[in-house]
């Protein structure tokens, strides 16, 4: 007889990571982790009392683990740039992931520009807007927000038609339309 392995919460997750990878957050059960896992339901049930707690569990992981990505790429010197490459890859590669992280009801509440701020990378993309570009915060807020819906709105575009853009198109529209963001704000402020 195989000994017991006890299950942990790490791979109850990395379980639900596999198949939100292959077939979307909606292909997430006790039963589809059981079967992964190679054991009965129960071992979930312990460690999550619900599947709305496990789901929710499940995109806190993913988003964190996709937050170390971002983080640790240096493909480029701009974390902006690398970060918003990083989105769009992301939704090209990995619909389903991209789906889970920006477009599920597992997202965090309240305003766009609070939930971005909650993770680091974006914390780090406002330090760099406002130092390159010599703004105030209360441009800068307003400028990663609208990058970052921007981006977003690229990747959404991607992740969910046939339409793609190469990464060359998507650096020339959102290095643009930042360009333009901040020559706006500079000629307001002269005004």
């Not at 392995?5 to 077939?23: N, P």
């Not at 305003?111 to 909650?118: A, G, H, P, V, Y």
């Amino acid at each position: 007889m195989a000994p017991n392995i006890k299950v942990t919460k790490e791979m109850i997750l990395e379980a639900g990571y596999k198949l939100v990878t292959i077939s979307g957050i909606e292909s997430v059960n006790s039963r589809s982790i059981a079967k992964i896992l190679e054991c009965s339901t129960q071992p979930i049930f312990s460690q999550f009392p619900n599947m709305k707690e496990l789901r929710q569990k499940l995109h806190d992981y993913i988003c964190e683990k996709f937050e170390r990505e971002v983080l640790c790429s240096e493909d480029f010197d701009s974390i902006i740039q690398s970060s918003y490459l990083k989105v769009t890859s992301l939704a090209k590669n990995n619909r389903n992931v991209f789906r889970l992280i920006y477009m599920s009801e597992y997202c965090m509440g309240g305003s766009f520009l609070t939930t971005r701020m909650r993770f680091r990378s974006n914390q780090k993309i406002f330090e760099e807007i406002k130092t390159q570009y010599k703004i105030g915060d209360e441009e800068c807020a307003d400028v990663l927000e609208r990058i970052s819906l921007l981006v977003q709105g690229i990747a959404t575009l991607i992740a969910t038609s046939n339409v793609q853009y190469e990464d060359e198109q998507i650096v020339k529209i959102v290095n643009q339309t930042l360009v333009d963001m901040i020559n706006g704000i500079k000629e307001r402020g002269v005004k």
